[in-house]
């Protein structure tokens, strides 16, 4: 029997054998073969002739020669897809001549084009390769994503194509042998040239191998690491111009060099370099100092610079040198790229260094190509001349070396070979792994027909790889085979031979070739030609360098015979080559892919073959996974590559019998002789098994024999199926087969020599862990039918009756059919038992059962890797049912216990993405599902009774969800509006797809003005019953003509009367020209531009219309005079308000920026406006420093002021140095004293020193403030400057300074020298003007030609800035102190030295630095008015001293602040309390300014009243409030009398506000928002639009930094339309009200995120979602920041609010009434109005409509609507399968016709489940959650149905006691009885003495230590009990109900 298991001679058969021509190549056919010269037609011929002289165009022509012979290349990889495409594929890179082809193909679908390449010059080299990109998280994480390129290699660039559509042309700064593709971008290796040049002085050599990270970066030398065994480690360039790089991998990532002088072969580790090494080799670098040695980063990084990012030597586009200078420009080349990394980068070589003129000092082996390397700095650097010495221009600036990015470090070196010989370089190298995941790095010595193979593993670290062993094969050739975990081998002899790692599996027979080990006459080898004498087009030169991840192609030029062009074979399209008249031989193996490989045949053909798998099977291949696992891997690869001979021996078994080969194989190896085993000789084969099994046997005759009856009746299906249910049919006996002679004689024994007889044990119980997980897979059911024959023999053998019990309970009537067993002789045989192994057979089952009722639970074994269905249940079940979080985190070992093979060390147990799991056990499953893989499609297949709990848990999380899962977690728990709301990219889609939709309506209005892409579905939400959105459209478009309404009176003439109109359209023009700044802010961010469109700008139209006859007016008529540059702000507001509409998340970039540049000057100013909105929204940063540049030198004002304004903004509180240089060259006083006085306009000035603000705002910037703070009093001149618009400047400056210290009060850190609180007082009030201090007193010493005003301080210009800055420094500090300097003067003469208007600025700092305090009620308004006018009033007659005007003015203007400072409070907090105060004000003013005798003057009330409008629109911003609208629509009207360009200005900013962002908007009251809102809303408004004395008009704009989305806009999932629902919104407690809950009818603003506790969506409508503020506001932020789009679901029978406002017409509502028993069931039809599910309505269409002949059935099909109704309204309709399931399961149980006991194991799981602590915890809620997905009266009626149907069982007794059953129908009812029960084994039952005369008590004591239950008891005592009354245990059961 031993000479079995011994090693044959054995052959495998390839299979799909198919003639292989590489798809490019057909494809490059159709080709058109002139693409080159149309290429170059299309470049102008100058250019051809000055880039490069004759030669560049002779060269162009020679690339088109069409007589060229193309070269071809190609290479195949395993398809690189989406994850979701499980499909596997091939992809071709096939190159020839100067085309690359891409293509893919499947076993299922033809090859096709998937992307195609042409470039300029002929491909030298094609590879895929991965470049990371990392991208930074707003949280601060950065990722990084893989960026899948091809790259095409030409003479002088590397082309670089991205699947993602990006293409690069990185220029080569060398000459390169050959690219490398590696884990982090591509290595060059640098062509060697031959030549050395004995001149020249020795020198450290040039590095040689280069990397690039990314396209668009510099390519940097390669660094490596050697440590010698006595001295430190070294870091140095990898210069070493004998190594040669034979291969690369990703993974690992290694790289294998070749050293032709010492013969060897290397493998190094590839990473990315460290900062200590990159330090430690820049510094080596910085010590070569002299002039012979000033080399490696010096020279290298020069020339690299010089030519890397421009241009190559040998490109015809270099620059020539100027005339006799050295010094070099930058020219914009044909390869220069705007997107490079540096601009100075860009220095090209000069002529005079050409590639032929080589000088002396630049020779040898110092060259890249023979050129000479050009001492070009960063920047702009000298160039020594051709005659020059290194001596004369070390004066050049030294140049930054380049720092490397890659580091090599030595793994492993082949040992020195003991004999020289000159071609034993690798010709292909690839890593391999065996059946044991052992890996092996291979390499094919050709010269030697040796292939060498090392093993090596991981070590602790993964990073770092140990080499062990090498092994030598005699191989010609080789190739891996990655599926298989093999490779195939080509012999000398021409046999293929499949290996795995170093171990031969068996030879491989290819049908139709020549195989010269198995010739027909004998089996000796035959001696073959010998390789080399072969001349065919397909000769060994073709070979082929490949590994798993990647195939690539060595060097072109190399000294090596038979590797110096690897499958480069010269093409002329041949034809199809015919077969020469004897079979074929192998020549070479190449493009092995998945499990297929090519093989180069001796007559020129390629033949593409698969080699077989290991199995098909699911059943087989997790059986050998689990017998791998537990076996000695010598022993294990030995047993595989056994059962892989058999399996796959020629014409090998097909699928449906690869089981039972599978069983004999390995009952065989185990040692039992499978002809004595009834069951085993039964098996069917269809074809002769290996000599390993059994001899072949003949095949009987096609006409049956008197066997075949007794075989059929021994078989399964008769036992199992047909035998009872035929044999009672037709009243027969049942048969019984005959028996077979051996049965008669003594039992088999097992032969303990087998290879597995020691591991029976092992194997047994890993087996039986796979017959578990199986039993959790509904699909595999079958599976494990199959697989418990095998185990019933091993238990039966091993004499493991717990086992044999626990198999028979699960198959009963199966399982009693086999009788026979094996004698295991102890003395002879030596069999281990493992640690694990557990004579109490694991039962998952059990397991759960006793995890349901409570019980202790043992961790439960699991085999990892292969029994996760396994683990992930039992971790869900301890985390759901016993509530134990730490189950799968740190405690997972309480519930499993990990089998660990003998040879294999514990791993630690852990489950990834743990650290997610958190909140309750609930939400704990999905979570964990998510995390292990498992879908909803997986849980579909898991028993119904396993998956009810997790069911349950899902069921749970998806009412109650956590807003901010991930996008998996929420589609496993089939909420689709969290789904939706996680998946970024819909949600930007949608973003775009929703805020460009135009309505159909008046589309051409809205194109004309600006204001058409407001989101018109959200405010007609918002807005439903009125029509104030095209209300405000109507007053704020100003691209129309007015209408110029004037009497003509009778007795004016017809050119008075024109001057009239026109006078008339003058002043309609004022408004006209305001209307900009309002409609900005309507329509904020409303507008995603599209990159090939230039952005529409409205036109500002400043004519008018004449009624009756719309006649045009126009004012350049020149009858009246109209102010120069009138429309020059106007412009600019109006370039303002078109870039506003830009949204921040659009996709723009710098080109678009610059493509929206006008090209006529009168649009100017629109642009610059433009570019300021481009600021505030944040897309100025993309404009390119060059553009910036470029627009600030053309020197136009407004142009610069925008351009400050905006970066300053996108800049805000970052302190960017490049921003602040900007700045400063326009301010003077940062600038240094000696600089050069530049002319810089007073406007950009002021924007220059506001920019300064913004960009240090509340950094606190020492300097900055000193500077500032100096500022705000600068005196005029010197001579005649600043002698105009003073007031700007100095308000400017006092804005500025608030900002840069804003809210920091005191504790202005290293300022209190400055003493800026007092100075600024100072300012404020008066008096003495200090020296000025700091770097520019000194132009402060020449006086002002123009004003004196002599040493005191100019309180007019200097004290609103001054207030301001107090205000916004003491922001909401409450000091009392500072306060009280501001408060107004009691005293009449005080009063007198104070401007009006300057009491309401001092009114609104005073009370933003005692924020606290305001109140929103009109006493506290009125309280801020000093006693002194309150005296004047009572008194009646009126004091001498008393000046009624004054007194009148200072109030109002007090009361205008404080409205004001009510305003700033409560900004867009939509207070009642705050709007009822503002709006009484606003129209006790107007009330004054309509009166006939306004007390103190137009002006000032208008001024007053338009703060007091502007509080208001603040108060109610975004919210669209009617009764304010009303106030500005009335005040639009008015343009006569004092209604000027600022209070039209003001009305209309009011109005903006009040719809900010088409109501998506409102203003926050952070300090940053209050600083910006002080600059937009600073209370002195222009009086014409040229108006920029007291105030910068551009700054009226930056109150968009004071908005914030906070629109929460509902939309419905499934129709992705905005839709009403309702919100609770939950405040926290502060001091003035405790928490508070308030409901809002969504789209709705929010209050201040940092005010909320929580926003809900609330039921019933829509599923519930809540938004927990408390842990963070970022979810909700990023929600609003995306348009405010919350997904939401509608419930299952609801409609929306909008159709059913009451909720009277839902489907549901009905059924809360009615109480008739036909509620619950509906009519089929009536099914689509709940749901859409294809599979539902097509269940009510076939199950639930009465048919003719269905009407005995009348039940069933009542219980099927039934469960679809209650399915379908609780949507669930998961659960109607498990629904089916429980009464199909229950009907079988009553009639007795249950097999199997897997589907009652899965009802007492759900009636166990019903009890268990989860639920009773949840019935006991007071929040009234509710119970279990089952309907409460469906169960019960279940469990009483299969109650009945057990207790007529009465043999239980007979079960105790050993009696055997006759009846098959008692053995299947009792296994039943004693699963449902919980009934412990006869064993375990005989261990307890049950006495006849036992009492209850003791019963119950008994049974309870073995772990049944009392139910069961009760149930099971009256047939244990022998005088006790059979019904008394049904009464006791009945009595105690289950819910």
Known sequence: MSNVYEERATMIAAGELQWFVPFGREHCKSHPSAVNLQLRQLQPASELWSSDGAAGLVGSLQEVTLQERDKECWQLRKGVGPADNEVEFEEELYAAGNMVIWSRGSKNQASYVYKAFTVDSPVQQALWCNFTVPQNKKDGECTEVVEQTVCIVQNTCVNVHSVSGKDFISPLPFQVSTLWPTKFGLLFERKNVASEDPVSPPREPLPTVFSMLHPLDEIAPVVCRSAGPFEASRVHYVSDSTLRIVFSSCQPSVIMTYDTVQCTHTVWALRKVTAEEQSMVLKYAHQVTTPQNLMVPGILSLHLRGISKMDSPASPFHGYSLQGQSRMTSSPGLHSRTHSPSISNMAVLSRAHSPGMATPYFSGSQRFNATCHSLLGRAQSLLASPNSSFSDSTAAPEAEPIVPELCIEQLWTEALPSYREKSCQASKVFITTDLCENKFLCFLVESHQQLRCVKFFESNDPSQLIFVAATTLPAKDAAPLENND????????????????????????????????????????????????????????GRHLSCLEEVVMPSPVSELKGSTKHHESSWSWPEDCTFQQGA??????????????????????????????????????????????????ETAVKVLIKWYNIYNAPGGPSSHLEWNLFLTCFMTLMGYNTDRLSWTRNLDFEVPLSPVIAPKKARPSEMGSDDDWD??????????????????????????????????????????????????????????????????????????????????????????????????????????????????????????????????????????SSCLRGNAVTPFPYLPGICERTKLLVLSFALYVIGDHSAVTSDMSKYLAKVSAGMRGAVTMEVCGAHHVKGSSDYGVPVLHVYSGFTLKDLESVPFGVALPIRDAIYQCREQPCSDWPEDVCLLIGRQDLTKQAHKATLLARNKSVSQKAPAASEADDEEDGMGDVDQEVTRLIWSRDLRVQEVRRLLQSSRPVRVNVVHLPEVSDHEYIEEKENKLLQLCQRTMALPVGRGLFTLFSYHPVPTEPLPVPKLNLTGRAPPRNTTVDLNSGNIDVPPNMTSWPSFHNGVAAGLKIAPASQIDSAWIAYNKPKSAELANEYAGFLMALGLNGHLTKLATLNIHDNLTKGHEMTSIGLLLGVSAAKLGTMDMSITRLLSIHIPALLPPTSTELDVPHNVQVAAVVGIGLVYQGTGHRHNAEVLLAEIGRPPGPEMEYCTDRESYSLAAGLALGMVCLGHGSNLIGMSDLNVPEQLYQYMVGGHRRSHAGVNREKHKSPSYQIKEGDTINVDVTCPGATLALAMIYLKTNNRSIADWLRAPDTMFLLDFIKPEFLLLRTLARCLIMWEEILPTEEWINSNVPQVRTHSIIQVPASEDVNVETLAQAHDYIIAGACMAVGFRFAGSANSDAFECLYKFARNFMQCLTSSTPTMGHYNLQTCLSMVLLSLSMVMAGSGNLRVLQLCRFLHKRTSGEMNYGFHMAHHMALGLLFLGGGRYTLSTSNSAIAALLCALYPHFPAHST????????????????????????????????????????????????????????????????????????????????????????????????????????????????DDPRGWKSLLAPSVNNRNPEVRTFKPEAISTFTSDAALVSFAEYFCKPAENMKHKQDTLALFSAILYECVTQENPEMLPTYIAIDQAVQSLQRGEMCETFALWQIKLVLELCESRVL???????????????????????KCSADHALDRWQALRSYVSGQPFADEWDTSMLACFLVYHSIPSVTKMAATDLEENSSFPELLLRFTQLGVPVRALLRVAPLLLKNADPSMGNGVACAIPIF
């Open 711 to 848: 075989y059929q009746l021994g078989s399964d299906y008769h036992n199992q199926v047909e035998s009872r249910r035929l044999a009672s049919s037709l009243h027969l006996e049942p048969l019984a087969a005959t028996p077979c002679m051996d049965d008669l004689s003594a039992p088999p024994q097992l032969d303990p020599s087998a290879p597995l007889f020691p591991h029976l044990p092992a194997v047994f119980f890993v087996l039986h862990l796979v017959y578990e997980e199986l039993k959790l897979d509904d699909l595999m059911r079958k599976g494990a039918r199959s697989l418990v024959v095998m185990l019933q023999q091993l238990a039966r053998d091993l004499q493991l009756k717990e086992y044999i019990d626990m198999y028979w309970r699960d198959y009963p009537s199966f399982i009693k059919a086999f009788k026979e067993c094996c004698v295991i002789d102890a003395g002879k045989c030596f069999m281990i038992r493992p640690s694990f192994f557990q004579t109490e057979p694991p039962c998952v089952f059990r397991w759960l």
């Open 1587 to 1698: 108006d920029n004395r007291y105030h910068l008009q551009a700054l009226r704009h930056l109150c968009v930094l004071a908005a914030e989305p906070r629109l929460l806009v509902p939309v419905d999932v499934d129709t992705c339309k905005p839709c009403y629902a309702l919100l609770e919104v939950t405040y926290k407690a502060t001091q003035w009200y405790e928490e508070t809950t308030v409901e809002l009818m969504a789209p709705a603003l929010l209050p201040e995120l940092h005010l909320l506790e929580q926003v809900k969506v609330k039921g019933p409508r829509y599923w519930e979602l809540a938004i927990d503020i408390s842990r963070g506001t970022q979810h909700l932020q990023s929600i609003l920041i995306r348009d405010g789009v919350l997904y939401v679901k509608l419930r299952a029978g609801q409609l929306p609010y909008k």
């Open 1816 to 1838: 009773q915890e949840r019935r006991r809620d007071p929040r009234g959650a509710r119970g279990l997905l089952l309907s409460s009266e469906f169960l019960p009626v279940m």
């Open 486 to 541: 093999a490779m195939l081998v080509l012999e000398a002899n021409g046999s293929l031979v499949l290996y795995t790692g170093v171990s031969r599996v068996s030879k491989v027979f290819v049908s139709g070739l020549l195989a010269p080990s198995l010739g027909l006459s004998s089996t000796t080898s035959q001696p073959c030609t010998p390789v080399e004498t072969i001349s065919t087009p397909a000769k060994a030169v």
């Open 584 to 633: 074929p031989h192998v020549l070479a193996l190449r493009d092995p892919v998945h499990n297929r490989v090519t093989l180069e045949l001796s007559n020129g053909a390629m033949l593409r073959i698969t080699v077989p798998g290991i199995a098909t099977s699911e059943l087989v291949k997790k059986c050998l996974q689990a017998i791998k696992f537990i076996l000695p891997k």
